[in-house]
């Protein structure tokens, strides 16, 4: 029987570069029905839900799902953008793709920071003789997905329960008298199972693919109890992989020396904040988020999806300029789940060699600004770059 596999194009460029790894996966021989899904800021303006219950139903099926990508705004944005019959019945938009990761508990986020040789984005430095090196980066960040700064536990004008008790704790002094309507409060919560499980997940991950170190990036010195808990808990994990180096950053400094020596970094485990800080920081050392992948892995579910944005003023251009690679390597890292390595192997060697080759580039990749007149300076489109990816399987 074929696999069958949730799409969710989502939002704007979302819609352009799914089809594109789509296309990839059927050249490469892997064989499955694709099952539409809808979720993005249509349905929020027209359903007042971005993640429609059909949608939760199709994964719980199914079990793996490829996303696009989705477009956010803030509360009150988005509420005028609801249709007029939606508007003031208390309708509030949440991001459906952190309803996904806390509804199926994609509490492992994994996303792989891996130069490609060739690639005009790499990131450089100088050496001692004047010239230039350019480090071959290969480092894997495991974001926690679920809990955090993220969790959305959090409140504008905190009820009086709330409010009285924060007051227990002393650092609320300095804020005694503000006035709880003048008091947004975010927190952040860190559990010790879930910490156990990135933890782990992110040793076995070294193991398995030869890295010498793990570097837990938080911040124990000012966040004391949260990253406490999970500095904690990887010694104790740390114990079982002797053979790796378990290794401490604060988040501020390794955001420095990620572009002092990035080479040396292997996998590196953050909270979901700053899991999302350090990947994103990685991500600009190897061409930016058009290489940007990554995948939420729950205990049943797991979704696959590029990290880079809805981009809605590059849905209308036709024909369509963006780079569809991190949408392709997203794939790959589907076919990694589903055990078919062989294939996502041979993806990436295309990947690899038309990057190398230097001849066809999408915009980014010739660091222009994105417009119509891209094809002027001999930038590809969308589907010429995934056409020659392809020629190359």
């Not at 999408?362 to 020629?391: H, N, P, W």
Request: charge should be neutral; aromatic fraction near 8%.
């Amino acid at each position: 029987m074929k696999r069958k596999i949730v799409v969710m194009p989502g939002d704007g460029i979302g819609k352009t570069v799914l089809p594109e790894a789509i296309r990839v996966l059927d050249a490469v021989g892997f064989e499955a029905d694709y099952v539409h899904a809808d979720i993005g800021w249509d349905f929020w303006c027209k359903e007042g839900n971005a993640l429609p219950q059909r949608t939760i139903d199709l994964l719980e099926k199914h079990k793996i799902g490829l996303f696009g990508a989705i477009t956010s705004k803030p509360k009150d944005a988005a509420e005028k953008e609801l249709t007029s019959e939606l508007k003031g019945k208390g309708y509030v938009y949440f991001s459906p793709i952190v309803g996904l990761r806390q509804k199926f508990n994609l509490d492992i986020c994994i996303r792989p920071c891996k130069s490609f040789k060739g690639n005009p984005l790499n990131f450089i430095r100088r050496n001692n003789s004047g010239g230039f090196d350019e480090p071959m980066v290969d480092t894997v960040i495991f974001r926690q997905n679920t809990e955090g700064l993220y969790a959305g536990v959090e409140w504008t004008n905190p009820p009086k329960q709330v409010r009285d008790a924060l007051e227990t704790h002393i650092k609320m002094k300095f804020f005694k008298n503000v006035p709880s309507e003048d008091l947004a409060v975010s927190t952040r919560i860190i559990s010790r199972n879930a910490t156990k499980r990135i933890i782990k997940a992110a040793f076995e991950y070294a193991r398995k693919f030869g890295y010498k170190n793990l570097t837990l990036c938080e911040k124990p010195n000012v966040l004391r109890e949260t990253s406490g808990m999970m500095f904690k808990e990887a010694r104790i994990v740390a114990k079982d992989y002797p053979e790796i180096a378990l290794w401490d950053t604060n988040i501020d400094a390794q955001m420095m020396w990620l572009t002092k020596n990035p080479e040396n970094y292997g996998v590196i485990v953050a909270e979901n904040m700053f899991g999302d800080i350090i990947s994103d920081g990685f991500a600009g050392l190897i061409g930016g988020l058009g290489f940007a992948c990554s995948a939420n892995i729950g205990e049943e579910v797991a979704v696959f999806e590029p990290t880079h944005g809805s981009a809605p003023k590059y849905q209308e251009l036709n024909p369509s300029i963006v780079n569809p690679i991190a949408m392709i390597l997203s794939a790959c890292m589907m076919l990694d789940h589903v055990d078919e390595k062989e294939k996502s192997d041979k993806i990436r060697k295309a990947i690899a060699k038309v990057i190398e080759e230097e001849k066809v580039r999408t915009y980014d990749m010739m660091k222009l600004r994105g417009g119509a007149d891209v094809f002027k300076y001999g930038a590809c489109t969308t589907q010429q770059m995934t056409e020659v990816i392809i020629s190359k399987l």
